[in-house]
């Protein structure tokens, strides 16, 4: 019969469980929650590390260099022209004054998805939730969607200098407007009249089932 020390190492062995996620196999740690006490401390956890801007196992990113000013992305035919603003990103919570791999990775996906035929962005309302720098939106307009990029007051600047930069090409097919948005706040009516086509999580789930 096991002690109750060694049931109580079995039983934290299981909450450190590593696992597998996603196409590339990434390890993750397994957070088992059992009751709403640990489900509020993993949440309260979670919060903590994306504010200190500490996430466990960080990589640095491959595809962007964050200390730069301006970062140079071919996309649609187009050079497009992003501007960063490095010292922001000291701010605990700010992460968007920066290009991140994944907005390149999704920008660039979606390029390649409208040219396949495997994707329709032309016509298409497109809600964008924390528009960063807006990269991704900037190719979604240029694929032909009616994009709405959204950030908080203070990142709106710059999001709108991007915008005004690099969309002002005659051949544009699609729009882009940007507008604020603190999540949890009522949206305005033009955000969700009529409803988007598509937004952030659905072009994500649309990439992973892909």
């Known amino acids: 019969m096991a002690t109750a020390a060694e049931v109580e190492t079995e039983e934290e062995t299981e909450m450190m469980k590593m696992v597998?996620?996603?196409?590339?196999?990434?390890?993750?740690?397994?957070?088992?929650?059992?009751?709403?006490?640990?489900?509020?401390s993993a949440a309260e956890e979670t919060m903590l590390l994306w504010g200190i801007q500490q996430p466990t196992l960080s990589k640095p990113n491959a595809f962007v260099a964050q200390s730069s000013l301006n970062l140079r992305i071919d996309a649609c035919g187009h050079s497009l022209s992003i501007l960063q603003s490095p010292s922001s990103l000291g701010t605990p919570g700010v992460t968007g004054s920066v290009m991140w791999d994944s907005g390149v990775v999704l920008g660039k996906f979606l390029e390649h998805a409208v040219?396949?035929?495997?994707?329709?962005?032309?016509?298409?309302?497109?809600?964008?939730?924390?528009?960063?720098?807006?990269?991704?939106?900037?190719?979604?307009?240029?694929?032909?969607?009616?994009?709405?990029?959204?950030?908080l007051p203070d990142r709106l600047r710059l999001l709108k200098k991007n915008i005004e930069n690099n969309l002002?090409?005659?051949?544009?097919?699609?729009?882009?407007?940007?507008?604020?948005l603190t999540w949890g706040d009522d949206p305005d009516q033009d955000l969700i009249q009529p409803l988007p086509d598509y937004g952030n999580e659905s072009l994500l789930l649309f990439l992973q089932a892909t």
């Open 115 to 151: 040219d396949s035929g495997m994707l329709l962005l032309h016509g298409k309302k497109i809600v964008e939730l924390g528009s960063g720098c807006g990269l991704v939106g900037c190719i979604a307009a240029l694929l032909g969607a009616q994009v709405i990029l959204t950030d």
């Open 168 to 180: 002002r090409h005659g051949d544009l097919r699609g729009s882009a407007v940007v507008t604020e």
């Open 20 to 40: 597998k996620l996603g196409s590339y196999d990434g390890k993750v740690r397994l957070l088992i929650v059992s009751g709403d006490s640990e489900s509020e």
